[in-house]
């Protein structure tokens, strides 16, 4: 319970900070929740010693780090290896109410042929913005070179329960040799973070 707990005052504090900022009459503020998938117990794909935690907790703080717009405002699930179940985190999200939430993944199959990015959202009241931000940023990644599936609806928990906007977004296969290279090397997550960050940073 204690490490939610820390969650939530912490972003609570750090909600206040940001409203404490100057704002110019034309910027607008936007917040958006990063949920980076698994951590602690919870290893998420595994390849090799390679595990889904450690590359969505990677890409998750490039994205903070190349967040240099004071209007795109960040929240976290999870900052470093902890275990957050996803109830908590679906708590995490609705008490924030953020704009968007983007919960990143990455993920694995037998068939080690199967590559590429996938984007889902879930089929509720919000879809049509959810689909249209989806399709804005797989858009930018496609662009980008990377192989993308077409949008799909899943029911997956933390996209069901969120009362906002959300995305989940399988990054690649760990199961893949392509997309491993690009999963693990730190030049490609940077890349990756930067579509993200420029994506929030253009619907603000």
């Given amino acids: 319970m204690k490490k939610p707990f820390k969650f939530l005052l912490l972003t609570a504090v750090v909600v206040c900070f940001a409203f404490a900022l100057p704002k110019t009459p034309d910027s607008k503020r936007i917040n958006v929740l ?15 010693g390679l595990t889904e935690k450690q590359i ?15 209007d795109v405002v960040l929240h ?12 908590n985190r679906v708590k995490a999200i609705n ?32 879809t049509s913005k959810s689909k249209a931000y989806a399709d804005r940023l797989s858009n930018k990644f496609e662009h980008m070179g990377y192989k993308v599936a077409d949008l799909k609806a899943a029911p997956f928990y933390t996209l069901k329960k969120s009362e906002v906007p ?39």
């Fill in 56 to 70: 969505t907790d990677k890409i998750s703080s490039k994205i903070m780090k190349m967040n240099i717009d004071e």
């Fill in 95 to 126: 008490m924030v109410k953020p704009d968007l939430v983007l919960s990143l993944h990455v993920n694995y199959t037998k068939d080690d042929e199967r590559s590429g990015m996938e984007f889902f959202v879930y089929d509720n009241g919000i």
């Fill in 76 to 87: 976290f699930t999870r900052e470093g290896d902890e275990f957050i179940d996803l109830e």
């Fill in 166 to 204: 959300a995305i989940h977004m399988d990054l690649g296969y760990l199961s893949n040799e392509i997309d491993r290279e690009y999963l693990t090397n730190d030049k490609t997550q940077d890349e990756i973070a930067h579509v993200v960050a420029e994506f929030l940073k253009e619907i603000k």
């Fill in 34 to 48: 990063i949920d980076a998938g698994h951590g602690g117990k919870d290893f998420g794909a595994q390849h090799d």
